[in-house]
């Protein structure tokens, strides 16, 4: 069964410094989103793409959080500069619709670590 | 603004029994209703999932009831065994290729 990658799985970093997450959805799917977890709450939506667009980043902090998928296939979400409060789940899901059926299938997710 | 609201934040059954999971949402927009399972260090799996346009659903020992002029929906797992001891979300959104909104969790432990 095809899943979605993400890689790393587990990153510690120092505050200031800059992160990389990569992910890699279930081919064909169109739609990509990244969403952050803080622990013990539900995911909450950073950025969607639809192909190599953004079609929502309004919850993304752009002064330090950017995200591409520059051929609409994989994705990388940075963090420069990395704070305290940015640790945390990082998931990543793709979906493809089909008439009114989108399921959003979640990778295993980068457990981020800023001390 | 928290769109969903899902209670309890956790929940003990002995196996074997009901497990009973309720979540309320505001946003009348919403059209889709996702349960999601989570499993330590896991990303979420998808359950089972619901339109309004029926009032329940259900796959194997999972069961959603949807009550659309309450804006409430719950997950019934029938019974529950320690291996579905796991974090359990529901989630809504207005349409496909949408943004899911999460309800904040509940951490199942289904007792031996």
């Known amino acids: 069964e095809a899943e979605v990658a993400q890689s790393p799985r587990y990153k510690i970093t120092e505050k200031s410094q800059a992160v990389a997450f990569w992910c890699d959805p279930i081919?064909?799917?169109?739609?990509l989103y990244w969403y952050r977890q803080i622990l013990g709450q539900g995911p909450e939506l950073l950025v969607q793409?639809?192909?190599?667009?953004?079609?929502?980043d309004s919850q993304l902090p752009k002064d330090r959080f950017s995200a591409e998928r520059l051929k609409g296939v994989d994705s990388t979400l940075k963090i420069q500069p990395a704070e305290l409060g940015d640790s945390a789940m990082y998931l990543c899901a793709s979906s493809l619709v089909t008439g009114r059926t989108d399921t959003q299938y979640f990778g295993p997710g980068t457990r981020l670590t800023v001390l | 603004q928290q769109q969903v609201k899902q209670s309890p934040q956790s929940l003990i059954v002995q196996k074997g029994g009901i497990s009973i999971i309720n979540c309320a949402y505001e946003n009348t927009a919403f059209d889709y209703f996702p349960w999601y399972q989570q499993f330590p260090g896991k990303g979420p799996a998808l359950l089972i999932a619901i339109r309004p346009d029926v009032s329940e659903k259900k796959e194997g020992r999972f069961t959603i009831s949807f009550n659309k002029s309450a804006k409430q929906f719950s997950l019934h797992i029938m019974d529950s065994q320690p291996g579905d001891s796991a974090t359990y979300f529901c989630?809504?959104?207005?349409?496909?290729?949408?943004?899911?909104?999460f309800g904040s969790g509940t951490q199942l432990t289904v007792l031996p």
């Open positions: 081919s064909g799917h169109a739609t």
């Open positions: 793409f639809q192909d190599e667009s953004v079609v929502d």
């Open positions: 989630a809504a959104n207005p349409g496909s290729a949408r943004q899911l909104t």
